[in-house]
Each structure stands twice: as C-alpha cells, then as structure tokens.
C-alpha cells in the first residue's frame, strides 16, 4: 500500500470518525500525469442528513492537502445505513 493511500486513509478517520474507510490506489497503468488514481470509500455517521453533493466537499475538504499528488479520485460517501443496505445486495 502506498504511503499516499495510507496517509489519505489515517486523515479519513480523524477527521470524519468513520465506521469504514477503505483507500484502493489504482494508479498502475492508468496516470496521465504521474499523479494517484485513487477510490475512496467512507462510511460515517456525519452523512447523515446530508446530500451527496456535500458528502463529497466534505471528504475532498478534509483530503484537501493531499490533492496535489493525486491525478483523480473516486469518493463513495455512504451513512452506516446505505452501506449496510449495500453488503446486503
């Protein structure tokens, strides 16, 4: 695991006290410009109540130093609930 995913990962559950965080790097053969190609997923109560537009600044809020090494990212920002709902599918 790469120390960027690491590092995105550890900053994910301080700042947002999830019940799930995963950090997949998907970089290999897919950088245009030597940056990560990143798929978060967090699963935390704060989403509760709150739309999935915002969810994502939230997540990107709290990234936000990170953003500079990293060339895309794909956030999926669920409550307990949804994620539950998701396994269960």
Not at 14 to 24: F, K, N, Q, R
Not at 51 to 76: C, D, G, S, W, Y
Request: aromatic share 4%; net charge negative.
């Amino acid at each position: 695991m790469s120390s960027l995913v690491n590092e995105v990962r550890e900053k994910c559950l301080a700042e947002l006290s999830p019940t799930h965080v995963e950090c997949i790097d998907q970089t290999i053969g897919n950088s245009c410009d030597g940056g990560a190609k990143l798929e978060l997923h967090v699963v935390s109560a704060v989403f509760d109540g709150v739309p999935l537009l915002k969810r994502h600044r939230q997540v990107n809020e709290v990234i936000a130093e990170f953003m500079p090494q990293i060339h895309a990212i794909t956030i999926k920002a669920w409550t307990p609930a949804q994620y539950e709902a998701k396994q269960k599918a």
